[in-house]
């Protein structure tokens, strides 16, 4: 029943909005075409390498047991011109990965993997080396997220957006507020599509809502907690505490449906004109309802279904927080309806579903964020373009000393002839 409340609840977004405000939000939740511009990027200078013979020496050099310059590995990244030399750069990144260089990746490199992936229709082979993070040393800044977020968005492929969100929501890269707009985006247009959702991916999109959420002090943001909290909840109640937080950046602490009734106290009781969505209000009432009836019908089978023995033996290995929550379901479930009253009753219920916040959200600031995006970025890549070029320079002075070397021991060979 929880499910089919948020399918339906968000669903209907795009029943309420199909005047020209919605058209107009639509093209708007996109980055802005100088956002997404590549022209500051391929400005800077070029080191232009054949990138057979590059494969060709990488390769000796690993035969030999000595590791690869993170330069060299630029380099080749840089160098891409099909999609075919996309496929042989991931396998040189992974490569570096696993050598005793694999440290020395450069944030540079993995901007301009990203980029290239995108220039040459290879965004799966991106988000492929992205969720593998550790086996390719792929860990993207801000703006980078964004662009591949973006690029998701356009296609309206949500799915694979969320797949780049639940990524940064890992690398707790939900710093800019940029990102927080689009990850939010990517979320409630993904929910939206009512997909059938597994256990893993109500985890990974309850804490990609959670952990945004807490970023945005405002309806969208308090929703999104409100959301996220539930989904965990919902899985906590299912799997266990340990099944939240194991491997998410998430608090230890059990709890998440008591966390997502203590949202709704904290926007019941604030004195300012926040309100939660009335879609996500309706999903924590139908799951409190499926999880009660669930609840109903073990204790009504108990020992005939399962025999007094084998119930027991059940019963000594469940953790004993997990089964204390259980117990504090009743108590949840009227906790919900006092505060529900008290949030309807204080007209802090906005009947506008989540991915109307969200889209509005987009509207007043995804362009304000911006700007101070491409002032930072800017800035980075000057930075990223001064590190280059002392790279550059300290390698031609080890080649030259390497050289001098060379002919010394020429020299004293041939003297002692």
């Given at each position: 029943?929880?499910?089919?409340?948020?399918?339906?609840?968000?669903?209907?977004?795009?029943?309420?909005?199909?005047?020209?405000?919605?058209?107009?939000?639509?093209?708007?939740?996109?980055?802005?075409?100088?956002?997404?511009?590549?022209?500051?990027?391929?400005?800077?200078?070029?080191?232009?390498?054949?990138?057979?013979?590059?494969?060709?020496?990488?390769?000796?050099?690993?035969?030999?047991?000595?590791?690869?310059?993170?330069?060299?590995?630029?380099?080749?990244?840089?160098?891409?011109?099909?999609?075919?030399?996309?496929?042989?750069?991931?396998?040189?990144?992974?490569?570096?990965?696993?050598?005793?260089?694999?440290?020395?990746?450069?944030?540079?490199?993995?901007?301009?993997?990203?980029?290239?992936?995108?220039?040459?229709?290879?965004?799966?082979?991106?988000?492929?080396?992205?969720?593998?993070?550790?086996?390719?040393?792929?860990?993207?800044?801000?703006?980078?997220?964004?662009?591949?977020?973006?690029?998701?968005?356009?296609?309206?492929?949500?799915?694979?957006?969320?797949?780049?969100?639940?990524?940064?929501?890992?690398?707790?890269?939900?710093?800019?507020?940029?990102?927080?707009?689009?990850?939010?985006?990517?979320?409630?247009?993904?929910?939206?599509?009512?997909?059938?959702?597994?256990?893993?991916?109500?985890?990974?999109?309850?804490?990609?809502?959670?952990?945004?959420?807490?970023?945005?002090?405002?309806?969208?943001?308090?929703s999104a907690q409100l959301l996220g909290c539930a989904l965990l909840?919902?899985?906590?109640?299912?799997?266990?505490?340990?099944?939240?937080?194991?491997?998410?950046?998430?608090?230890?602490?059990?709890?998440?449906?008591?966390?997502?009734?203590?949202?709704?106290?904290?926007?019941?009781?604030?004195?300012?004109?926040?309100?939660?969505?009335?879609?996500?209000?309706?999903?924590?009432?139908?799951?409190?309802?499926?999880?009660?009836?669930?609840?109903?019908?073990?204790?009504?089978?108990?020992?005939?279904?399962?025999?007094?023995?084998?119930?027991?033996?059940?019963?000594?290995?469940?953790?004993?927080?997990?089964?204390?929550?259980?117990?504090?379901?009743?108590?949840?479930?009227?906790?919900f309806k006092e505060l529900s009253g008290q949030l309807q009753s204080?007209?802090?219920?906005?009947?506008?579903?989540?991915?109307?916040?969200?889209?509005?959200?987009?509207?007043?600031?995804?362009?304000?964020?911006?700007?101070?995006?491409?002032?930072?970025?800017?800035?980075?890549?000057?930075?990223?373009?001064?590190?280059?070029?002392?790279?550059?320079?300290?390698?031609?002075?080890?080649?030259?000393?390497?050289?001098?070397?060379?002919?010394?021991?020429?020299?004293?060979?041939?003297?002692?002839?």
């Amino acid at each position: 029943m929880a499910a089919s409340v948020l399918q339906r609840c968000l669903g209907a977004v795009k029943v309420i909005h199909k005047c020209g405000s919605h058209s107009f939000i639509a093209r708007r939740c996109l980055l802005s075409a100088a956002y997404t511009d590549t022209k500051l990027w391929e400005e800077r200078e070029k080191d232009h390498q054949n990138l057979a013979l590059m494969a060709a020496l990488m390769d000796r050099t690993y035969d030999r047991n000595f590791p690869v310059s993170s330069l060299t590995i630029s380099r080749f990244v840089d160098n891409i011109s099909s999609r075919e030399e996309v496929d042989q750069a991931e396998y040189y990144l992974y490569k570096f990965r696993h050598s005793p260089n694999c440290w020395y990746l450069r944030d540079w490199t993995v901007h301009s993997w990203v980029r290239q992936c995108l220039r040459y229709e290879a965004r799966d082979k991106a988000l492929h080396t992205l969720k593998n993070k550790v086996q390719y040393g792929m860990f993207p800044d801000d703006f980078t997220f964004n662009l591949l977020i973006d690029s998701f968005i356009k296609d309206e492929d949500f799915k694979g957006a969320c797949s780049v969100v639940e990524e940064g929501m890992l690398q707790e890269s939900f710093d800019l507020p940029s990102t927080q707009i689009l990850s939010l985006y990517a979320l409630s247009s993904y929910l939206a599509t009512k997909p059938e959702l597994s256990v893993s991916e109500q985890r990974a999109l309850g804490a990609a809502l959670l952990k945004c959420g807490l970023k945005q002090d405002n309806s969208t943001g308090l929703s999104a907690q409100l959301l996220g909290c539930a989904l965990l909840g919902k899985v906590e109640m299912a799997a266990g505490i340990h099944a939240v937080f194991r491997g998410m950046p998430l608090m230890w602490t059990p709890g998440y449906l008591s966390q997502a009734l203590a949202v709704m106290e904290r926007v019941a009781a604030a004195p300012g004109d926040s309100k939660l969505s009335k879609d996500a209000v309706d999903y924590l009432e139908g799951l409190l309802q499926d999880l009660s009836s669930a609840s109903d019908s073990n204790s009504s089978s108990g020992e005939d279904e399962l025999g007094g023995e084998e119930e027991g033996k059940k019963k000594e290995e469940e953790d004993e927080d997990d089964q204390a929550e259980r117990e504090k379901l009743p108590l949840y479930v009227s906790r919900f309806k006092e505060l529900s009253g008290q949030l309807q009753s204080g007209g802090k219920v906005d009947p506008s579903p989540l991915q109307v916040l969200v889209s509005s959200l987009v509207q007043q600031g995804l362009a304000s964020a911006e700007g101070p995006d491409m002032e930072q970025y800017q800035r980075k890549v000057g930075e990223w373009e001064a590190e280059r070029q002392q790279l550059i320079r300290r390698e031609k002075e080890m080649r030259e000393r390497a050289e001098e070397e060379r002919q010394a021991r020429q020299a004293a060979k041939a003297a002692s002839q």
